[in-house]
């Protein structure tokens, strides 16, 4: 199974709303990856987890807020969002102990109005 | 961080070899060179990646200059479903998870 699963696939929420993305991934990567892709531009490191630890946070607005509960699942909270918060937000895993590649998940199209 | 220049669009004829080239004269010895692609509206989609020899699997051909400041990816025989954003990254390191930092890219059209 080579697969990051984000749900849901899209997601449209107000500016007051409490909303979740969720990824999962069981490939045994200890290492997973939250991304921001706004239109026509490449997709913009948020967070990076190792051992279900946050090892950086790339100065991201406490509005969004990750959590990893365990190996396989990483979600990403989302409260209120700002209009230009709307983007495709994308997940990744890989190995951390020798060097491969990563697996990215479909993403999220999250619309907030 | 070593950085990617790329050009940021290319025309290939479908049929064609595709040739993507990347700049990155700040390398280190120790980073790796990767590409990805996004077609449109999708997650990135790993292709192949090298240290300095050339690689080729059965996406892809990566050539790495001899002083590893710059690499060409090579599409043997482009089709339309190559159409997407090629990016060709370097791998840095960050504590013991390892980040992966996108460029700008190339966007590559497949002609028929």
């Known amino acids: 199974d080579t697969e990051v699963t984000q749900t849901p696939k899209h997601l449209v929420m107000g500016m007051t709303n409490k909303k979740s993305l969720k990824c999962e991934q069981h490939?045994?990567?200890?290492?997973m990856y939250w991304y921001k892709q706004k239109a026509k531009k490449p997709p913009e490191l948020m967070f990076v987890y190792s051992y279900e630890k946050l090892s950086i946070n790339e100065s991201v607005p406490s509005r969004f807020s990750p959590e990893c509960p365990n190996s396989s699942l990483l979600n990403l909270h989302l409260h209120a969002l700002q209009p230009e918060d709307s983007a495709l937000y994308l997940c990744?895993?890989?190995?951390?102990?020798?060097?491969?590649?990563?697996?990215f998940g479909q993403g999220t199209r999250l619309t907030v109005v | 961080d070593a950085k990617t220049t790329q050009p940021p669009s290319m025309d290939c004829a479908e049929g064609r070899a595709a040739n993507l080239p990347c700049n990155h004269s700040t390398i280190s010895g120790n980073e790796y060179v990767y590409w990805y692609r996004q077609i449109h509206s999708q997650g990135p989609q790993y292709i192949i990646h090298?240290?300095?020899n050339n690689e080729t699997n059965e996406m892809a051909s990566l050539i790495i200059t001899e002083d590893r400041k710059s690499s060409t990816l090579i599409l043997p025989h482009a089709t339309l479903r190559d159409t997407a954003v090629y990016y060709c990254?370097?791998?840095?390191?960050?504590?013991?998870?390892?980040?992966?930092?996108f460029g700008s890219g190339t966007q590559l059209t497949v002609l028929p």
């Open positions: 090298g240290l300095k």
């Open positions: 990254i370097v791998r840095v390191s960050s504590g013991s998870a390892r980040q992966l930092t």
């Open positions: 490939m045994g990567h200890r290492a």
């Open positions: 990744a895993s890989r190995g951390v102990l020798r060097d491969t590649e990563a697996f």
